[in-house]
């Protein structure tokens, strides 16, 4: 089963800087999903990352702002850019293990911004 | 626009007591839906999946029913305990080629000794 190591777990950034966060997956995947939980809410997907193409995002959330890469089938990264303190969330990425076996998380990012 | 609805918002009981948290969703073309565990600050740990063919799912003192005609889904926490106290999230898989999870906005448990 597919198991994600995300990074880094926390930061604290400046806003007006940019943040990667990373995930590594242990096993191939087509599709990779990356969510936002504000601070008291649940999780709104951000966009979907398919390995040799464009992420696909959702509304309200853009390209710019919100850089998506998918080198290969194990491993993605969102950038959140030009952060401001409305972007002090948790950002998790999520993939179908497959097989009937649901979907699993990584651990999260948990982003401040000062 | 699909929608996942969750009752309660928040919930506190005593240790030892039985008590279920309510899930209701929009689109009776359900795929899978999965019920997900989330403590303060953390990410997310996967309790049961209920696929879109069966009707409940077992897993120790968690049990998870599916019922398709009422959209709903229920999710029952049997003896609870204090560490059972966390917030409960319970998510449907996205209709059509999308592949993703539509979250409700949980239920916080807290469970006192």
Known sequence: SAVISQKPSRDICQRGTSL???C???????????????????????????QGSEATYESGFVIDKFPISRPNLTFST?????????DSSIYLCSVDRGQGRGYTFGSGTRLTVV | ???????????????GEN??????????????????????????TSLLLIQSSQREQTSG????????????STLY?????????????????????????????????????
């Open chain 1, 20 to 22: 990667t966060i990373q």
């Open chain 2, 19 to 44: 008590l279920v948290l309510n899930c209701s969703f929009t689109d009776s073309a359900i795929y899978n839906l999965q019920w997900f565990r989330q403590d303060p600050g953390k990410g997310l």
């Open chain 1, 78 to 86: 969102l950038t959140v850019s030009n952060m401001s303190p409305e």
């Open chain 1, 24 to 50: 590594q997956v242990d096993s191939q995947v087509t599709m990779m999903f990356w969510y936002r939980q504000q601070p008291g809410q649940s999780l709104t997907l951000i966009a979907t990352a398919n």
């Open chain 2, 77 to 113: 926490i049997a003896a609870s305990q204090p560490g059972d106290s966390a917030t409960y999230l319970c998510a449907r898989v996205a209709g059509g080629s999308q592949g993703n999870l539509i979250f409700g906005k949980g239920t916080k448990l807290s469970v006192k000794p």
């Open chain 2, 61 to 72: 003192r968690l049990n998870a029913s599916l019922d398709k005609s009422s959209g709903r």
């Open chain 2, 1 to 15: 626009k699909q929608e996942v609805t969750q009752i309660p918002a928040a919930l506190s009981v005593p240790e």
